[in-house]
């Protein structure tokens, strides 16, 4: 007789009342501190930041004394494995829905640290269903959604999400990390660490959070969500500069986006302290 697929492990101990989840890391310090000014601003207070365990130090000052603070390791224990994963692009994919899973909301937004918000967050709610931005895919990811999809073994079709910034339902999770346990005969975390590791050796992902949310969402859970366009979210590109600065935050106030993404780091460009906090005040202003 095949053994029967390990249960999911759901977390042992009564999980807190959260709302938003952020998943960052040292690197990003300086952007989360912009995030965690907004999100102060518009009152949401229960928040869930999440950075590897060597990490903690650097953010323990700064993190809001209301926030909840916990460490990789820490999420990966309430599931059942006391284990360190290298915090990189695609263990991060894993910890946005261990941290939804965990939540004790139905609702969970799950934010990148390098946001800034224009306005409150909106009730994801629309007739009990919970409400996706359809976004504008770019061709690499149509493979991470095809790939998702095939880990899954759910059709490819389906309408695209953006892939940050969504809100995410907790039921939803914890049936997908139920369906990855049925099909692969094993605990969920096991198969997607597996899976993780077997991408990168091929060079590219065979599953992302959102690719994975995606699917079952359209196929499996379609009475749990709306999609739409509803969530724009802007990003500032590292080449305005000047007049092209002017310019597109013209725009922005015009647009009036409920995010903004900017990115302060990147390889050909990097944001001093002075000019992120500069930057960040000219978009609030665009309000």
Not at 4 to 21: G, M, Q, R, W, Y
Not at 79 to 107: H, I, M, T, Y
Not at 247 to 269: C, F, G, I, N, T
Request: with cysteine; glycine share 4%; hydrophobic share 40%.
């Amino acid at each position: 007789m095949a053994a029967k697929p390990e249960v999911l492990a759901l977390p042992c101990h009564e999980p807190v009342d959260v709302a938003i989840v952020v998943k960052t890391c040292r690197a990003h310090r300086r952007s989360y501190v912009e995030l965690q000014r907004d999100l102060i601003v518009h009152g949401h207070l229960a928040v869930r930041v999440c950075v590897p365990r060597e990490h903690l130090a650097a953010f323990e000052p700064v993190v809001h004394r209301d926030f909840e603070l916990v460490s990789n390791e820490q999420v990966l224990c309430r599931f059942g494995r006391p284990w360190s994963l290298n915090d990189d692009w695609q263990s991060q994919q894993l910890f946005k829905l261990l941290l939804v899973a965990s939540c004790e909301r139905e609702v969970c937004w799950v934010l990148d640290a390098n946001t800034l918000l224009q306005a409150p967050l909106p009730d994801a709610w629309h007739d009990g269903r919970v409400i996706l931005a359809l976004g504008h895919l770019q061709p690499k990811d149509y493979h991470w959604f095809r790939s998702s999809a095939r880990f899954l073994d759910l059709p490819r079709g389906g309408p695209s999400i953006a892939a940050v910034n969504q809100p995410l339902r907790r039921s939803v999770v914890h049936g997908l990390l139920r369906r990855i346990a049925r099909l692969h005969a094993q605990h969920p975390l096991d198969a997607l660490i597996r899976a993780m590791r077997s991408g990168r050796n091929l060079g590219a992902p065979l599953w992302t959070e959102y690719g994975l949310y995606r699917s079952y969402a359209a196929h499996v859970a379609r009475s749990a969500h709306d999609y739409g366009y509803v969530y724009d979210v802007a990003y500032y590109k590292h080449d305005r500069h000047g007049r092209q600065l002017d310019r597109w935050l013209h725009e922005l106030q015009d647009k009036r986006p409920l995010m903004v993404k900017v990115y302060a780091q990147r390889p050909s460009y990097r944001l001093g302290d002075r000019e992120l906090r500069v930057l960040c005040d000219r978009i609030r202003a665009c309000r």
